[in-house]
């Protein structure tokens, strides 16, 4: 990040994938948290739903908000070709 914003650096190569890897990682990864398992008293649940009532109730919002802000960032930077928009 540094780098790109220095030296308005265009996002090439290995910077674009970095740019197009961390959105998709983290939404991949929101849908892997529904389907993980949680401890509740000590004992491991691993019912889907109770797990996905978990983490929406924990941790979704402030995920999906993040991942949101990754995407749209990504949008306006493609949209208006400056690349610091885009990070």
Known sequence: LPFVL??????MGWLLILVWGTPVFWTIDIGVTFCTGIYHNGELVMNWRSV???YCRTW????????????????????????TKML
């Open 60 to 83: 979704f919002v402030l995920d999906a908000f993040v991942v949101a802000c990754d995407w749209v960032g990504l949008a306006i930077g493609f949209n208006s070709g400056d690349t």
């Open 52 to 54: 996905a009532l978990n």
């Open 6 to 11: 220095a030296w308005n650096m265009d996002l």
